[in-house]
C-alpha cells in the first residue's frame, strides 16, 4: 500500500522557520519525484517545489525560490521541505505526492503541475501569523 504522510506544520510568526517531512512507503522511492503542493482557503492548489529521487534534480516557484529548500533521505524514503522567511502568504494545508512520470520528465517545469502525480499525502497545516 503507497503512503505519503506529511508533518512538521504548525503555526509560527512571519520571519519564521518550519521544516515538513514526507514520509513514504508502498513504492521504490529512486523511481519517483516528490512534489510539494499547498493550498490556501478559496485559492487553487499550487505546485511549490519538486525533488527527482532518481538524480535530484530540483524544482522552486518563484514566490519560495530563495527561501525554501527541499532534499531528500533516500535510506529513509523521506522528503523535507525547510521554510525559512515564511510570510503570512505562505499560510496553506501543504501537500507531499509522487510521480512517476515526472521523474522520468523531469521537474522542471512538470513537477509543478498536479496533473503527473499519482499519490498525495493527506497535507499539514502550516499557519504564519504577522
Known amino acids: 500500500e503507497v503512503q505519503l504522510v506529511e508533518s512538521g506544520g504548525g503555526l509560527v510568526q512571519a520571519g519564521g522557520s518550519l521544516r515538513l517531512s514526507c514520509a513514504t512507503s508502498?513504492?521504490?522511492?529512486?523511481?519517483?519525484?516528490i512534489g510539494w503542493f499547498r493550498q490556501a482557503p478559496g485559492k487553487e492548489r499550487e505546485g511549490v517545489s519538486c525533488?527527482?529521487?532518481?538524480?535530484?534534480?530540483?524544482y522552486f516557484t518563484d514566490s519560495v525560490r530563495g527561501r525554501f529548500t527541499i532534499s531528500s533521505d533516500n535510506a529513509k524514503n523521506t522528503v523535507y521541505l525547510q521554510m525559512n522567511s515564511l510570510k503570512p502568504e505562505d499560510t496553506a494545508v501543504y501537500y507531499c505526492a509522487a510521480s512517476q512520470t515526472v521523474a522520468m520528465w523531469g521537474c522542471n517545469p512538470y513537477g509543478s503541475t498536479d496533473s503527473p502525480y499519482d499519490y498525495w499525502g493527506q497535507g499539514t497545516q502550516v499557519t504564519v501569523s504577522s
Open positions: 525533488i527527482s529521487g532518481s538524480d535530484g534534480t530540483t
Open positions: 508502498g513504492f521504490r522511492f529512486d523511481d519517483y519525484a
